[in-house]
T-cell receptor, first 113, second 116 residues
């Protein structure tokens, strides 16, 4: 089966622009998570979807970040407007309901200049 | 709040030598513990996990980890390192419920360099 897929793999944008990251979880995985790693820091939780519902968004940095998961399939994470401190690697992970192993995507490296 | 400490940011070992990566956690209840590896250009891959039972956990690629509650540690070990083990390793702690995997807290990561 296909793994978790993230698009794009890299994105370089200017401060103030908008960027949308996409995550396609493994088919049938109800749980979808977004994480972010700022350079030199820990990988930090952003939010958790169960199907199309946001279960926990306690890690979202501020209201410039908007995550959606329409139809409970793929998810998007939009940053608008982007700031320099948003640079980092954004990871997506998915799991089946009741399963304790998360499968991670390769990540999207976002650079804001 | 849960937290994870990986005291070694970089480790260099010779190929064939043994390896131990340290991890200490802070968590109020019985933790779910994980080790992930990220090879260059790849996503995070689960090496092993501990939820309960035997405190010595076997994982993929010849890795094992031992849960020591008294020391709040979950160190990763491998008896003989291969050049392909060069990667970044992340220890993580999480809480589970009937739904399974929940958000985890990661350590800062340990970069492993393997020299001939």
């Amino acid at each position: 089966e296909a793994g978790v897929t993230q698009f794009p793999s890299h994105s370089v944008i200017e401060k103030g622009q908008t960027v949308t990251l996409r995550c396609d979880p493994i088919s049938g995985h109800d749980n979808l998570y977004w994480y972010r790693r700022v350079m030199g820091k820990e990988i930090k939780f952003l939010l958790h979807f169960v199907k199309e519902s946001k279960q926990d968004e306690s890690g979202m940095p501020n209201n410039r970040f908007l995550a959606e998961r329409t139809g409970g399939t793929y998810s998007t994470l939009k940053v608008q407007p982007a700031e320099l401190e948003d640079s980092g690697v954004y990871f997506c992970a998915s799991t089946r309901f009741g399963n304790t192993e998360a499968f991670f995507g390769q990540g999207t490296r976002l650079t804001v200049v | 709040a849960q937290s994870v400490t990986q005291p070694d940011i970089h480790i260099t070992v010779s190929e064939g030598a043994s390896l131990e990566l340290r991890c200490n956690y802070s968590y109020g209840a019985t933790p779910y513990l994980f080790w992930y590896v990220q090879s260059p250009g790849q996503g995070l891959q689960l090496l092993l996990k501990y939820f309960s039972g035997d405190t010595l956990v076997q994982g993929i690629k010849g890795f094992e980890a031992e849960f020591k509650r008294s020391q709040s540690s979950f160190n990763l070990r491998k008896p003989s390192v291969h050049w392909s083990d060069a990667a970044e390793y992340f220890c993580a702690v999480g809480q589970g419920n009937s739904g399974g995997y929940q958000k985890v807290t990661f350590g800062i990561g340990t970069k492993l360099q393997v020299i001939p």
